[in-house]
């Protein structure tokens, strides 16, 4: 035994070297294949990040759900709302209704047309925007409580509002990280200096100051996003203006929510009656966006109300779609809702449309403020009509089921946060380039500019939000719901 050990302690060092010879040799060529490996993989993964969604993609049947046309509205809206920051900064047209005197009158434009004009409204789509987020919130609450499931229905109700503010915040602040980011690094500086000495002819928009010192720029961006934070203010944060609607959109969504739970136990009947109740008494207060989320209430009521009728009923709601007559009724009522979403904000009460209605409403001694409001809320009713002749005919659905809305409507949140930088940082500097070159003194060189910087803004919006709905949209509904499930019973 001690030969044998004595033999085994002679030959442990030359083996050992042997062993450790062998095991570089052999990691040595397994670590390079895995070095390409990771290499490739991390390029490709960089790469399928970065390409869109839509590129390369078998064609699949898409899943439509009674409420998609939901998304495509949203969608729409979205992108005609960055339309309308887009074209705002070089005309003042779009101010003007159609055949008004107002603004040395030759308001003739086309595009000034009721209901054409929609599709650079901004106040008419964020009115959309509001009713939309009232159904979209009420729909399964809603449901629950005609079912008398009262358990799920607060379990449901809790995790809305638990999740609402993640749901909101956590994308616009990963976007507002990239706005300060972009500003220290000095993209930023020649769209301050455009808003200085405003080259264009339409509005201005007010941009944040950059300053000399980055610690001094981040201290005031972080000033400026705890304003934001704050639930119980209402700002225009300066580093993206279009941001004002996330503070009421989660303010307008708790008085939802506690509307919903305050009237989940009445009679349906008598919800509904004080659901339009208190939409009326929001309009008379001039709290008319909160009425427009308590609209959305309401039709979430009557969409499930229709789905119950054609579950019990099918043979008459089949018949109901071949008789016309309802569907005359619902057109005029999309045609009213239309129509009055494209009130004019300045010269309603000289566009052709518009005149008696604005004589029914005020008359012409009144104060400029009170027109205004008077103005939006029409809009705010308008879009009401316009979203309830939706619920009613499903065959005024169609257009916001095609696979653009429908793509649209996924990326919706997204464009809407992004698009304002990109505006300042690509759009306006591509217009200036553009007239540099191809001048800007006839009609056709001054909109083809424009045309052109929008085209490849927003070939940049649609990519960039198509990046973030998939890393950064997604994972925070998925982080919220996360959370929810590990901190609570």
Known sequence: MAIANDINLDKAPLLQAEQEKKQEISLSKVWKPLEAIASKTCRRSIITTLKPSFFGQSPKPRKVHPTSWLDGVRGYASFF??????????????????????????????????????????QANVAIFWVLSGISLSLKPIQLARSK??????????????????????????????????TCLGFYNYAWELTQDWPFEGVNEAQFEVFDSNMQQIQDWLGVMAELLNPFTNTFPKYDLHLWTIQREFQYSIVLFATLAGFSKLRPRIRVTLTAAFFAYCMKVNQGDIALFIAGMGLAEFLQI????????????????????????????????????????????????????????????????????????????????????????????????????MYLGKISFPLYIIHGPVNHVVGHPLVEFFWGFMG?????????????????????????SDIMSRVVDAPSVRFGRSLQEKWSY
């Open 81 to 122: 709302v960055f339309l309308f920051h887009f074209q705002h900064c070089f005309n003042f047209r779009w101010l003007v209704g159609y055949g008004s005197e107002d603004r040395g009158g030759n308001n003739y434009g086309f595009t000034q047309l009721p209901i054409v004009r929609l599709t650079y409204a901004g």
């Open 306 to 405: 229709r789905a119950e009728n054609a579950e019990r009923l099918p043979s008459i709601e089949k018949s109901s779609e071949e008789n016309h007559s309802p569907t005359v009724f619902w057109g005029v009522l999309l045609y009213i809702g239309l129509h009055l979403l494209s009130w004019p904000y300045e010269g309603a009460e000289t566009s052709p449309g518009y005149i008696a209605l604005s004589n029914a409403f005020t008359d012409f001694s009144s104060e400029e403020d009170q027109r205004q409001i008077i103005g939006d809320q029409c809009r705010r009713m308008g879009a009401a009509v316009f979203l309830f002749s939706l619920c009613g005919c499903e065959w005024f659905r169609k257009p916001f089921l095609t696979s653009t809305a």
């Open 149 to 182: 499931s009262w358990g799920s229905f607060f379990d449901t109700l809790f995790s809305s509002i638990f999740r609402r503010g993640m749901r909101l915040y956590i994308p616009v602040f990963f976007v507002q990280f990239c706005v300060i980011l972009a």
């Open 440 to 464: 800007n003194e006839t009609p056709f060189t001054y909109a083809f500019g424009i045309g052109l910087a929008f085209t490849i803004s927003a070939i940049i919006v649609v990519w960039l």
